[in-house]
Nanobody, 124 residues
Framework: QVQLVESGGGLVQAGGSLKLECAVS????????MGWFRQVPGKAREFVAV????????HYEDPLKGRFTISRDLSKSMVYLQMDNLIPEDTAVYYC?????????????????WGQGTQVTVSA
């Protein structure tokens, strides 16, 4: 079992930055992948970025590449999502999740454990 708790969301003006955090606890398989997803009410949850828990390799949803950066700190069991130059379209609930499928995956159904989400609101 793995438990995930997101934090760091909030209200920010367009052009601003936020850093989301995901605290990981429980039995993490070394070859797991940590993903960030986001969801707007009435729309499907969409992939944002993923990082290999052990090796640190990353992959991003193409439109977000360059503005978002995923990272992790194994010593703290934390995963981060640095979001820069935010736009109103980034407004969503952001979730972190764990996948044990390999290689990295971008589909919701490939992820087993999920956090409760943290709200990010970007004002114009």
């Amino acid at each position: 079992q793995v438990q995930l708790v997101e934090s760091g969301g909030g209200l920010v003006q367009a052009g601003g930055s936020l850093k989301l955090e995901c605290a990981v606890s429980g039995e993490m398989e070394p070859r797991s992948y940590m993903g960030w997803f986001r969801q707007v009410p009435g729309k499907a949850r969409e992939f944002v970025a993923v990082i290999a828990w052990l090796g640190g390799a990353t992959h991003y949803e193409d439109p977000l590449k360059g503005r978002f950066t995923i990272s992790r700190d194994l010593s703290k069991s934390m995963v981060y999502l640095q979001m820069d130059n935010l736009i109103p379209e980034d407004t969503a609930v952001y979730y972190c999740a764990v996948s044990t499928a390999s290689p990295w995956r971008t589909k919701v159904y490939d992820y087993t454990y999920w956090g409760q989400g943290t709200q990010v609101t970007v004002s114009a």
